[in-house]
């Protein structure tokens, strides 16, 4: 079972082995804000129960990733992992001059705690997002945001560690990056833009420097030049897209989990589009003739349809 170990005095995260005993531990409840008794009793573990109110599902968590959030803004010091795609990348243990308040910070990404080191010889000034993960992930959206804005992220992921955790386990598990992972680094932009949209095609053609989408089967999307919009709309429709490094975004008419139906559609909104061409086709022995988009239909990860090399 787990017990609520940490809580907040004067708004100040405190452990239960710092407090007196009873009502007179003064504390709050992180989540809910309800009065805290501290329990010392010699028979249980020492832990904080909620005073004349139900016990609150999220209070651990949020103790959790309180308790996360502090130990890396009063050490500014964890684990960095190599960067995934480089090369000469290599993880270890790195310090920062200081560490800014979720609060403080500007802007429409808020991570959980930012760290920032001085200018080094070269001019440079180093920041690094840190997420403390108890629950969830950093949803696409915010990535999207990050990949838009290039901030070096990581996550500490605090989420599925055993339940006697002190103080000093979650420091060492800062410092030995066993739970932390990029989300994202500017360094690595291609790497990371492939992995979250696992399955992309990258596009041959190349428009030159501007995002933009087309192709797009429901219609919605426009050509947007120098904007991720059409992206993160192309994500949420579950539509193919691809992505090129030239920043193209191309829907390929990917419908998610595609039947017979979904190519129908397909179809039918490319016809009245004028982006059908005739092909021929050899199924299972059997000739078949049939208009068809042209652009690549998938069905899941596999490519089922390729007007460019004429598969099927
Ligand atoms: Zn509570």
Redesign the pocket.
């Known amino acids: 079972m787990k017990y ?1 170990q940490f809580a907040l005095r004067n708004n100040e995260l405190v452990s239960i082995y710092d407090v007196s005993n009873g009502l007179a531990c003064d504390c709050v ?6 009065t ?1 008794i501290a329990r010392q009793g010699s028979n249980r573990t020492y832990h904080f129960a ?1 005073y004349k ?4 599902e ?2 651990i968590e949020t103790a959790l990733h309180l308790l996360g959030k502090r130990i890396v803004e009063q050490t500014k010091r964890l684990f960095v992992p190599r960067i995934p795609g480089i090369e000469k990348s290599v993880g270890k243990v790195t310090e920062y001059d200081e560490a800014i308040e979720e609060k403080r910070i500007d802007g429409s990404i808020k991570p959980d705690v930012q760290l920032r080191a001085r200018m080094n010889l070269w001019g440079a000034g180093l920041v690094l997002n840190v997420e403390i993960r108890v629950s969830h992930a950093v949803d696409d959206a915010k990535k999207y945001k990050l990949l838009e804005l290039g901030i070096p992220t990581v996550e500490i992921d605090l989420s599925n560690i055993s339940t006697d955790y002190t103080e000093e386990s979650i420091e060492q598990l800062i410092l030995c990056g066993k739970n932390t992972k990029w989300i994202y680094s500017p360094r690595a932009k291609q790497y990371f833009i492939e992995e979250w949209l696992c399955d992309i095609k990258v596009s041959k053609l190349k428009y030159g420097k501007y995002y933009w989408v087309e192709y797009c089967p429901l219609n919605e999307y426009k050509t947007v030049y120098g904007r991720w919009w059409g992206e993160l709309k192309c994500h949420d429709c579950g539509c193919a897209d691809a992505i090129s490094p030239v920043k193209i975004l191309k829907c390929m008419g990917k419908l998610k989990g595609i039947d017979l139906e979904g190519i129908e559609k397909i179809e039918k909104i490319v016809r009245e589009r004028g982006l059908l061409k005739s092909v021929d086709l050899v199924v299972n022995g059997e000739k078949l003739h049939r208009e068809f988009c042209t652009y690549p239909i998938f069905k899941g990860n596999e490519l089922i349809y390729d007007s460019e090399y004429g598969k099927f």
């Open positions: 609520l409840c992180p989540e809910c804000g309800a805290l909620h109110s139900e016990e609150c999220k209070g």
